[in-house]
């Protein structure tokens, strides 16, 4: 490259002292030319780089049992010039077709232990040690230097000259999509295949949820890449049970139900596999809550009435009523912040109705849990005698 380079310069400065009246457009063609030629050559380092790179995640990808989840092509000017493969474990690769030109012929071959190792024109790389080159490792970088190629195994320390063999800036030769199975064949023949599988996830309403001591709270799931064989388990930390009831095979919910005696907060692991051996698992967080309401039930006669109920919580919340209720308002007043410690005041209107009415007043955490419910009922116009409305005591008339 550094050849090229000067001759460049040179072409340059003969231009620089032509007379005006020569005719130079040969010699501006020729520097055209050199000019495209130096980039398609710098273009092709790049993608061998590139190429390198790829084939070192795909030695990764054979080792670990991975599979590809997505081919996407690469195109330029319309023209497909190669592809990008994309894997449930390891990031993604972008491969790239062979090129015009010869270039180092590298690959990978299966040493004598059975792993994989670095190969150049055939032979199996070695370290300045003598030892093979695993390709598990770093991926060799190539360069041009002097118009010689060279490659780099030490990050570029240091540099070895490589004879050509006319490879052509073949390292992927060719990719053949199967039904579930992808087939990418290298520049020297050798050949990988690497199972084809739909993404798999398990994804749920949310990872983290305030629950009290006794409580119960049910989290919904759902799952991407589901098959007959699928399967969800819960672990559950502490004192705390999980009961997972499935829906089909791609949705279903998770009942957690936490201990009286749990200091702290607990976790759930949910684990999610397919006939495939695909698996994913989602944490869930359920922080401690220490949460106390003078009452939960608030019953009103059917005349028009206040009632205060007070509240103390270590988490914040906010308050909602759980459907239009136009009969019922109600006030905070605030004795910390972020409701920490709270008084409300429910007002009705007298109930005109023949029949009771009830709402629920709700306190929704920060991640739209509903931590608690006020429920606050009214009794019918034409009630008189003492009593209870379902399971709230009211007072007669």
């Given at each position: 490259m550094k050849t090229k380079l000067l001759s460049l310069l040179a072409l340059v400065a003969l231009l620089a002292f032509s007379s005006c009246s020569y005719d130079?457009?040969?010699?501006?063609?020729?520097?055209?030319?050199?000019?495209?030629?130096?980039?398609?050559?710098?273009?092709?380092?790049?993608?061998m780089n590139t190429n390198l790179q790829a084939?070192?995640?795909?030695?990764?990808?054979?080792?670990?049992?991975?599979?590809?989840?997505?081919?996407?092509?690469?195109?330029?000017?319309?023209?497909?010039?190669?592809?990008?493969?994309?894997?449930?474990?390891?990031?993604?690769?972008?491969?790239?077709?062979?090129?015009?030109?010869?270039?180092?012929?590298?690959?990978?071959a299966v040493g004598d232990d059975g792993q994989y190792y670095w190969t150049v024109n055939g032979e199996i790389l070695k370290d300045a040690q003598n030892n093979p080159v695993s390709a598990a490792g770093v991926a060799p970088t190539l360069r041009i230097n002097d118009g010689v190629w060279q490659y780099s195994i030490n990050n570029g320390q240091t540099?070895?000259?490589?004879?050509?063999?006319?490879?052509?800036?073949?390292?992927?030769?060719?990719?053949?999509?199967?039904?579930?199975s992808v087939k990418i064949e290298l520049g020297d023949g050798t050949t990988f295949e690497i199972p084809l599988m739909s993404e798999?996830?398990?994804?749920?309403?949310?990872?983290?949820?305030?629950?009290?001591?006794?409580?119960?709270?049910?989290?919904?799931?759902?799952?991407?890449?589901?098959?007959?064989?699928?399967?969800?388990?819960?672990?559950?930390?502490?004192?705390?049970?999980?009961?997972?009831?499935?829906?089909?095979?791609?949705?279903?919910?998770?009942?957690?139900?936490?201990?009286?005696?749990?200091?702290?907060?607990?976790?759930?692991?949910?684990?999610?596999?397919?006939?495939?051996?695909?698996?994913d698992y989602?944490?869930?967080?359920?922080?401690?809550?220490?949460?106390?309401?003078?009452?939960?039930?608030v019953a009103f006669t059917n005349a028009a009435g206040t009632q205060e109920v007070e509240i103390s919580s270590n988490v914040e919340y906010t308050i909602a009523l759980s459907e239009e209720a136009s009969w019922l308002t109600y006030e905070v007043a605030e004795v910390k912040?972020?409701?920490?410690?709270?008084?409300?005041?429910?007002?009705?209107?007298?109930?005109?109705?023949?029949?009771v009415r009830s709402v629920d007043i709700q306190m929704i955490d920060k991640y739209g849990n509903v931590i608690k419910a006020i429920t606050v009922a009214q009794a019918a116009a034409d009630y008189k005698a003492g009593g209870q409305i379902e399971d709230i005591p009211v007072l007669p008339a």
């Amino acid at each position: 490259m550094k050849t090229k380079l000067l001759s460049l310069l040179a072409l340059v400065a003969l231009l620089a002292f032509s007379s005006c009246s020569y005719d130079d457009s040969d010699l501006q063609n020729r520097v055209e030319q050199l000019e495209q030629d130096m980039t398609e050559l710098q273009q092709l380092v790049s993608q061998m780089n590139t190429n390198l790179q790829a084939l070192q995640t795909t030695v990764d990808v054979l080792n670990s049992g991975d599979y590809i989840t997505n081919i996407a092509p690469v195109t330029s000017d319309g023209e497909t010039i190669g592809y990008t493969l994309s894997f449930g474990k390891n990031d993604p690769i972008t491969i790239y077709h062979g090129t015009d030109g010869s270039t180092p012929a590298m690959s990978v071959a299966v040493g004598d232990d059975g792993q994989y190792y670095w190969t150049v024109n055939g032979e199996i790389l070695k370290d300045a040690q003598n030892n093979p080159v695993s390709a598990a490792g770093v991926a060799p970088t190539l360069r041009i230097n002097d118009g010689v190629w060279q490659y780099s195994i030490n990050n570029g320390q240091t540099w070895t000259n490589i004879a050509i063999s006319g490879y052509a800036g073949v390292i992927f030769k060719s990719v053949e999509v199967g039904e579930n199975s992808v087939k990418i064949e290298l520049g020297d023949g050798t050949t990988f295949e690497i199972p084809l599988m739909s993404e798999f996830k398990l994804l749920v309403d949310q990872n983290y949820y305030y629950l009290e001591n006794e409580g119960v709270i049910t989290v919904n799931y759902t799952i991407e890449g589901s098959d007959d064989m699928t399967s969800v388990i819960a672990f559950p930390s502490g004192d705390v049970t999980a009961v997972v009831t499935k829906d089909g095979n791609s949705k279903g919910s998770i009942k957690i139900t936490k201990g009286a005696d749990v200091n702290g907060d607990v976790q759930v692991l949910v684990m999610a596999s397919n006939g495939k051996g695909q698996k994913d698992y989602q944490i869930l967080n359920f922080a401690d809550i220490q949460l106390t309401v003078t009452s939960v039930d608030v019953a009103f006669t059917n005349a028009a009435g206040t009632q205060e109920v007070e509240i103390s919580s270590n988490v914040e919340y906010t308050i909602a009523l759980s459907e239009e209720a136009s009969w019922l308002t109600y006030e905070v007043a605030e004795v910390k912040s972020s409701y920490t410690n709270a008084k409300l005041t429910f007002t009705v209107e007298a109930n005109p109705l023949r029949r009771v009415r009830s709402v629920d007043i709700q306190m929704i955490d920060k991640y739209g849990n509903v931590i608690k419910a006020i429920t606050v009922a009214q009794a019918a116009a034409d009630y008189k005698a003492g009593g209870q409305i379902e399971d709230i005591p009211v007072l007669p008339a």
